[in-house]
């Protein structure tokens, strides 16, 4: 498809397991987000990719939190020994950066739900 | 202090009246800022961007007041199909292209 595509969509897991979010950006974008989001709150920022330069990691609320974003393109999030208050969405976004490019918008999946139990 | 922060409401309103929201910033360095749309259970979706000298997408006004580090949203004319959750966003201090929302201000337009 031509949009940000996330997997899966719902997850349940039982507390201390590991999960991976997987999100495949639109082809081109050069910078990837990820966010969670609990309910009825607002987006918090987890960790920015842009092109080859070093992941801006200073949202990842933990160690148990890791990110990759290989080749440039699909990016996985890993979360260690889940634990409850990890029970969020988890929203990917990609943007086209670059000269002449529309800068700003953020293109966002679906989201994963997470929900440790 | 909140690197964005907003007025989390609900701002209840009758259909056709005029609302306004606010968000302030932190981060005096700012360059970028943009107003998103985020209905119930959906993935945010960019409503427009704030320019310096302000800009107006038919019902829809931006602000921005560097001085003073806020952005403002005029919404005129309320629909019922305005409802959803208005998300102040602003580039994150040391960095241009990573973006911060806020936790978002709550619009419910009632009949």
């Known amino acids: 498809g031509a949009g940000v595509s996330q997997s899966p969509s719902n997850k349940v897991t039982e507390k201390g397991k590991d999960v991976e979010l997987r999100c495949d950006p639109i082809?081109?974008?050069?910078?990837l987000y990820w966010y969670r989001q609990s309910l009825g709150q607002g987006l918090e920022f987890l960790i920015y990719?842009?092109?080859?330069?070093?992941?801006?990691k200073s949202g990842l609320p933990s160690d148990r939190f890791s990110a990759e974003r290989t080749g440039g393109s699909v990016s996985t999030l890993t979360i260690q020994r889940t634990q409850q208050e990890d029970s969020a969405v988890y929203l990917c976004?990609?943007?086209?950066?670059?000269?002449?490019?529309?800068?700003?918008?953020?293109?966002f999946g679906e989201g994963s739900r997470l929900t440790v139990l | 202090r909140k690197e964005v922060e907003q007025d989390p409401g609900p701002f209840n309103v009758p259909e056709g009246a005029t609302v306004a929201f606010n968000c302030t910033y932190s981060?005096?360095?700012?360059?970028?800022f943009f107003w998103y749309r985020q209905d119930c259970r959906k993935e945010p979706k960019l409503l427009m961007s704030?320019?310096?000298s302000g800009n107006e997408d038919g019902r829809f006004t931006a602000q921005l007041n560097r001085a003073s580090q806020y952005i403002s949203l005029l919404i005129r004319d309320s629909k019922l199909s305005d409802s959803a959750t208005y998300l102040c966003?602003?580039?994150?201090?040391?960095?241009?292209?990573?973006?911060?929302f806020g936790k978002g201000t709550k619009l419910s337009v009632k009949p």
């Open positions: 990719f842009q092109g080859n330069s070093a992941p801006d």
């Open positions: 976004a990609s943007r086209e950066v670059g000269a002449g490019a529309h800068t700003g918008e953020l293109f």
């Open positions: 704030v320019y310096s």
């Open positions: 966003v602003v580039n994150k201090r040391g960095s241009q292209g990573n973006l911060i």
């Open positions: 981060n005096s360095a700012s360059q970028s």
């Open positions: 082809s081109g974008h050069t910078a």
